[in-house]
C-alpha cells in the first residue's frame, strides 16, 4: 500500500517486510519527482535571494569593497541598505541625514533617474535634488536581475530545469527532477523496477548512506518527535541533500561570475523554501528537512508567513486569540472553516502545516507595465506632460526590450492605459495598441499622446495634475497564440469596443462597455487587484477607466516588504510613490496609515496608500484561492494524516482537470527580465 505523507510528512514507524526497514516513500514517489509532480512527498524546491540586492548592484557598479557599508538613496530616503551599513542600525526607515549620523562613512549612492527632456535615464549627482524633473529608473537592477538569473539557468541542465523569477532579486527553482536524475545515478539500485511491479511499493532504505554531509548548511533541528530518535536518514533526507548541492553550486557561481551573494532555502514546496531563504541572511544557506518543518514553522508567528499577514492575519488572531503557529494546529480544519471560510480556513490549515503545492512557473507572467510620476508642485501644461509621456514611453519600450520577444514580435501588449490624477480625483483611459505597425517607443509615445489628448479635449478640468501613470497590458504571445486568461478577457474589451461602434485604433472609453457587461461577467473581467483601482475611482464619482493595469504593479509595499508583490518590471514608480510620501521633507502631518505606521504626506496619499494594502489584500485573497484550489486533494489526506492511524493514497490527482493553470499571483507577475 502507498503511505501518503502525513502531518509532518514522516511517519516514523518502519514500514515494509519484518526486519528489513523499507524507506517511507514509494517507487510511485521516486517517479513522480521526474516529472514534477507538486504532490510529491519528495519534491525539492529552492527560493534564493540576493542580499540587499539593490545595494549589492551598485557595489559591483562602483567596485565598492564588501566590507564599506552603502546603501541606495532614492530623494531623501534609502531604499537598500548592505549589510555593513545596517551593522550601524541603518535601515530603511532612516532619512540620508539620520543614517550619516549613525554612520559617517556611509556611501549613499542615489538611484539612475529618467530627466525631464532627457530620453535615457543616467546616474546624475544632482539627483537627489531633482524630484520635480526627474523619475527613478530601475533599470540597472533589472539589467543586473537578468544577468543573475542567466548565471543560474547556465548552471542548470538544460532539460531538467523549472526556474520561476519571483521578483526582481528572487528566484524558485523545483529541483525535483534534477535531483531525481542524481539520485539514479548515485544509487543505481533505484532504477530496478518496483517488486511485482507495483509502484505504491516502499522503496529500500538509502544503503550507503548513515550520515549525510550538510557541511556549512544551516540545517533546521528535526521536529521533537524525531529528534528523541536515532531515525536514519531516508530518501527525502538524501534529495533535499542534493538539493542543496545544486543550490551551493549555483550560488558560487552567481557569486564568482558576477560577485552576488545571494541566501537560499531549500524544503519540499515555495512556501517553506522562501521561509527558508530569509532564515539566515546574508549568503547563507537553509535546509528544512520534512521532518523539520513542524519544529521551523512552531518558530514563526503566523502572521510572519507570506499571505497570512495583513487582514488575514488580524482575522485569523483575532478568531482564534493568537498569533502562534503551534497554537493554531490544535485547531481541528471544520473549525477554520467556519471562521474564515472553506477554502481560506482549509488555506490557512495547510499552510501552518507547511503544506504548499503551488507550482514552481518557468513562464515569464508579465501582465502589465507602468512608468509613472507623481508631481510636486504640480504640472499644468500639456507641454510638461508630453515630456513625460516620452519618458512613460521610452521607459516601457526598455522593459519590453528587455523583457525579450518584443523586437521580433513574439509578445507585446495590447492595450495601452493613462491614469492622471487631477485634485482628488483620477481619470484614464485606455486604448489598444494598434497590431499593424511595429512596437517601438515612438508608436507607444504617439498613442500616450493621443490617449492624453482625448482626456484632454473631454474632460473640462485637467489642470493642474498632480499624477500621471502610464502602463501597457494585455499581453499577448505572437509567435504561438498561447494567451492567457486576462489577455483573452481583454481581448473582450476590445471586441467590446469595436461592437461600441469604435474602430481600433480611437480611444475607448471603457466605462461604457464596462457598464453593459453583465454583472457576472464584470466581476471576472474587473476581477483581479487592478480592477480593484477602477471602481475605486468609480467610487469616488469619477468615472473612466476599468482595467488600469495598476494591479500587478505594486511591488514596493510600504516597510519591510520582502515578497516584491506585483511585477518587478512595472514596480517602481508606486514604490516611488510611497517611499517619496514616507521620507519627502515636506512638512509630515498626521495622515498615518493605521496597518504599517508610514506616515503620508497628504490625505490623497494616505488614501492611495490604503489603496495599496486593500488591493494587496484582494491579491494575497486571490492567491491563497490558487493555493487552495491546488492542494485542495492534498488537504484532505492531510486532514486524514491528523489523526495518527489514519492512511490514505497518496495518488492524489496532479492535476486538477480543465483548471487553467494557476500561478502565485504574487509571486509569477514578478519577472526576471
Ligand atoms: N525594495 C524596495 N522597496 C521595498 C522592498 C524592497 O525598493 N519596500 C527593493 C530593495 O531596494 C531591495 C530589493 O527590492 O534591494 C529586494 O528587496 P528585499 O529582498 O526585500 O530586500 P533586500 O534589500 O534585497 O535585502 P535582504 O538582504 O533582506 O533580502
Ligand atoms: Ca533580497
Ligand atoms: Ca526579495
Redesign the pocket.
Known sequence: MSSSPPRFFRDSSPAGAPGRKRSQFTYRHLSQMASYSNTCPLRVVAHL???????QCEMVRLGTPPDKPLA?QQWQGL???N?PARSFGIG?HCTVTEAKKLCPDLISQHVATWREGDDKWAYRPDAAEHVVTDKVSLDP?RLESRRIMAVIKAHLPPSLQKVEKA????VFMDLSAQCHSILLERYPELANPPPYDDPTEQLPMPSSVSALDWQADTLVDLDDEHASELTDPDWDDVAILIGSEIVRDVRAAVKNELRYTC?AGIARNKLLSKLGS?YK??NQQTVVRGRAIGKFLSGFKFTKIRNLGGKLGEEVTRAFNTEEVGDLLSVPVEQLKLKLGDDTGRWVFNTIRGIDNSEVNSRTQIKSMLSAKSFRPSINTLEQATKWLRIFAADIFSRLVEEGGVLENKRRPRTMNLHFRHGTQTRSRQGPIPSGRPLDEEALFDLAKAIFGQIVSLESQVWPCSNISLSVGGFEDGITGNMGIDAFLLRGDEAHAMRAGRPQATVGDATVGDEERPAEKRRRIDGGIQRFFARKETSHGVSHGVSNGLGSDH????????D?LGSSVV??SR?EAY?HHAHHEAPITADVCSRCNVSLESPEALQNHQDWHFAKDLQDAEERVNSTLASRETAAAAAAAAAPSSRTSAAAPRKRPGRPKKTERGQSKLNFG
Request: proline share 6%.
Open positions: 535571494d540576493l542580499d540587499a540586492f539593490y545595494a541606495v531604499i537598500a541598505i549589510y530603511r537592477y521578483s526582481i532579486d528572487e541566501s530569509a541572511k546574508p511591488a514596493a509595499a510600504p516597510g519591510k516588504e520582502g516584491m514596480s517602481e514604490g517611499r
